[in-house]
């Protein structure tokens, strides 16, 4: 009889990681117990509840140790590329070189929250006048300027244009501060004319044909830098294997989402989920192992939805999540409300959508750039999240406000509007700071008001 | 003649005028009194409430040099019956794409204007258009040296606003003899004007408006030879290929710019002013500090409907300080 699966604490994993070690578990290069991590300074894992499986030890193990990786690989004489700004294109160009790695410095606006603010990394950010008013991306700002957290890029790439100021702004005082940066334009997609030529988006926008040249071009621009930096011709048949690759991990995170949003009881938290989709975005540093950690993981979900296993209450609510949180707490605090993800869109979601593969690559790569639901109206961005929630059968929406983004100001009120009148579901629009246990109390109020708003609609 | 209304300096007021339309170039007279969302720029929602509460609009131009604005045109497409048309203008500047981004994006605005009844402009009609308003606007620039800072301000918005503008109806204003400042940063609204005032009360003159609604923000004077033979490529360089600011990716052109009009008007001190929300300008207030070399004064401006009392005490000091 197989246990069933249950959310843990970082002390549970302790024996639990003992007990799978005894019981004969064979861990990667990256495996061991979560406990070390905190002494390199995550406190924020004692304070989280993880999922039991060694599918969800891989992943973890996997996230936390990607400056081991890039550190490897320069001392391997791998060039590294930080794509700033970019959610999942130069990533897939980069590694379609053998000798490139890229990676997301902007992910270091999770510094603050996992290591709990301990990190000077905010602090250096205000002393260079980028306070909190800015986004917490602007902890990347600061893991530049201290060092420390990534090894500085040979190359940084950064999307401008229809992109949010604060990243904007914060690209722009490290260019200003001497850090080289190839800039390329990501156009505000705009739906095309009656007159003009319009080409349908991976994810199902438009836009105009024009536009996609642009971004193409612009993508020719990243694609010669890479030539450069690698020493060899990122030719087409090369970037077609990277794409192939890419899709790889974009089908198996689609199955994994719709699994895990379908299923009748939820067979994988929401903290891991958040986390295996974000893999999706610059594969962790490593793209084979990215595919390998997905695997595990939808491996263990199907076992558990076969044996009819979860990890919460079968009445869980089902809550469409939109924007990723600050602070990962944010994610255990949604179950311990009452709910449970069945759905997402963490600015991300033309990561997850499948690059076409009968296309020229370059073309597929600047149609999936362009389907980026930031660079668009907010409207386009609320219309896919009424379609998901349709599809995933969400019975209610979380807002995530992200303190000081520019697109926050205004796109909340135009998701919440289009999905209360086409689906009429509860909506509720909270703001999740980098570390939020002195907003737990009214978070908790809010989101438990949510669950049993939704709850009491089943009623009707 | 139907009116477009446009905020952003990168919306030539040439070639909605060839098109026969009437640009007006709006600076909203001041912050709503309520309404203010956490978040949203001061600025944009200006200008939203101030096009909403008009009836004399028939279309509005918005710009996507910063993301606020570019949100804000659907905000306004829905809260206003008017046509609102966003102008995609690269924040990159360094390659043929961004050029061709800008110019296709003034074609698709042509088209826009024709659909309203616009006519679209031969050549020589765009031609003419363009010399005339920068006979208009040398006229204004050319007044500069005996206006004050705040009519000559004035005079600029009142003729991008599209109003006639006698400059002999200005009274006559003694040579400034404060201690040159410079104005840095983004727009103004019209009850801002104050600010040029609370300068002069201080002992200091606004040498150098260089906030969006000022001269940082005028296109280059064209090319004569090209205008001839291109005057769409001229209008394109004058304001894609010159107008320095503070969204452009890198944004060196506007330091070079800064410090060669510094130098020019021997300025000895920096008002930088931003409103609450704007991360583009208020991220480069230390880099501004550390790369002009000069004391700077820094005032935020939040959703007060004018101006914030207590920046004129401070503005007092800061130029106690310079004298």
Not at chain 2, 5 to 13: I, K
Not at chain 2, 25 to 31: D, H, K
Not at chain 2, 93 to 114: H, K, N, S
Not at chain 2, 152 to 173: I, M, R, T
Request: charged share 25%; proline share 6%.
């Amino acid at each position: 009889m197989t246990e069933p699966p249950r959310q843990i604490t970082l002390d549970e994993w302790d024996a639990r990681h003992e007990a799978l070690r005894a019981g004969g578990l064979q861990e990667p290069f990256y495996g061991g117990p979560l406990r070390r991590h905190v002494a390199d300074g995550d406190f924020r894992l004692l304070r989280l509840r993880f999922d039991d499986s060694a599918a969800a030890l891989r992943l973890w193990n996997f996230l936390l140790t990607e400056e081991d990786r890039l550190h490897a690989a320069r001392a391997a004489g791998k060039k590294i590329v930080g794509a700033m700004k970019d959610l999942g294109t130069v990533p897939v160009m980069a590694y379609s070189l053998p000798n490139l790695v890229a990676f997301y410095p902007d992910g270091a606006w999770w510094i603050p929250c996992v290591m709990e603010l301990s990190a000077p990394v905010f602090r250096a950010a205000d002393s260079l006048g980028v306070d909190e008013s800015f986004c917490p991306v602007r902890a990347m700002l600061g893991a530049f300027v201290t060092g420390g957290h990534f090894p500085f890029p040979d190359l940084l790439t950064c999307s401008v244009g229809a992109t949010c100021d604060d990243f904007s702004a914060v690209a722009q005082r490290l260019n200003g501060l001497g850090y080289p940066i190839l800039w390329w334009e990501i156009p505000a997609r705009r739906r095309p004319d009656a007159d003009e030529d319009a080409i349908e988006l991976p994810g199902g926008f438009r836009a105009p044909a024009a536009q996609v040249a642009y971004v193409k071009a612009e993508l020719e621009r990243v694609r010669e830098s890479l030539d450069t930096l690698a020493g060899e011709r990122l030719d087409e048949t090369a970037l077609a294997a990277g794409i192939r690759t890419a899709n790889c991990v974009r089908r198996l995170l689609a199955e994994l989402r719709s699994l895990v949003f379908t299923a009748a009881l939820c067979p994988l938290p929401a903290l891991e989920m958040l986390i295996a989709e974000m893999l999706a975005i610059h594969f962790c540093s490593d793209r084979e192992e990215t595919i390998a950690v997905l695997r595990d993981l939808l491996h263990e979900v199907k076992g558990r939805i076969e044996r009819g296993q979860g990890v919460l209450n079968g009445d869980a609510v089902r809550v469409f999540w939109v924007n990723p949180v600050a602070d990962l707490r944010a994610m255990n605090l949604l179950e311990e409300c009452g709910g449970r993800i069945g759905g997402t869109d963490y600015l991300f979601c033309h990561a997850l959508d499948e690059i076409p593969e009968n296309l020229p690559p370059m073309e597929a790569l600047a149609r999936t750039a362009l389907a980026d639901p930031m660079v668009g109206p907010a409207s386009d961005r609320a219309g896919r999240i009424c379609r998901e929630i349709r599809r995933f059968g969400a019975e209610a929406l979380v807002v995530s406000r992200i303190p000081g983004a520019s697109h926050c100001a205004t796109e909340g009120d135009v998701i919440r509007e289009m999905a209360q009148s086409q689906t009429e579901i509860p909506t509720v629009e909270i703001e999740v700071p980098p570390v939020c246990d002195s907003l737990q109390a009214t978070l908790r109020t809010r989101l438990e008001a949510l669950i049993e708003t939704a709850r009491e609609r089943r009623n009707r | 003649m139907k009116t477009i209304a446009y905020c952003d300096p990168f919306v030539p007021a040439e070639w909605i005028a060839a098109h026969e339309m009437r640009p007006s170039r709006i600076m909203p007279s001041t912050a709503p009194a309520s309404g203010a969302v956490i978040g949203m720029c001061p600025y944009a929602r200006s200008f939203v409430s101030e096009i909403a509460s008009r009836d004399d609009v028939d279309a509005v131009v918005l710009a996507t040099t910063c993301d606020q604005m570019r949100r804000a045109s659907e905000t306004l497409a829905k809260s206003s019956g008017v046509e609102v048309f966003l102008l995609n203008v690269p924040a990159t500047w360094q390659t043929t794409t961004a050029y061709r981004i800008y110019g296709d994006e003034l074609r698709r605005l042509g088209r826009l204007l024709v659909r309203l009844g616009g006519t679209a402009p031969s050549l020589d009609d765009l031609a003419r258009t363009m010399a005339e308003h920068e006979a208009a606007r040398s006229t204004i620039l050319a007044a500069q040296g005996r206006l004050s800072a705040r009519q000559f301000s004035q005079a600029l918005a009142d003729f991008q606003y599209g109003d006639k503008v006698d400059l002999d109806s200005f009274e006559p204003c003694a040579r400034p003899r404060g201690v040159p400042v410079a104005l840095v940063g983004g727009p103004l609204l019209r009850s801002h004007f104050a600010l040029f005032d609370w300068i002069e009360c201080a002992g200091g003159h606004v040498a150098l408006n260089a906030t969006t609604s000022g001269e940082r923000t005028l296109p280059a004077l064209f090319d004569r030879r090209e205008l001839g033979d291109d005057p769409f490529a001229t209008l394109v360089n004058a304001y894609f290929g010159s107008i320095p600011d503070i969204f452009r990716r890198p944004n060196s052109e506007l330091y070079r710019w800064l410090k060669q009009k510094i130098v020019e008007r021997d300025i000895r001190g920096v008002i930088f002013r931003y409103y609450t929300w704007c991360d583009l300008w208020h991220a480069e207030a230390p880099r501004l500090k550390e790369w002009l070399g000069l004391p700077l004064l820094v005032l935020v401006a939040g959703d007060e409907e004018g101006l914030d009392r207590r920046d004129a005490s401070r503005i007092q000091s800061f130029l106690e300080m310079l004298k």
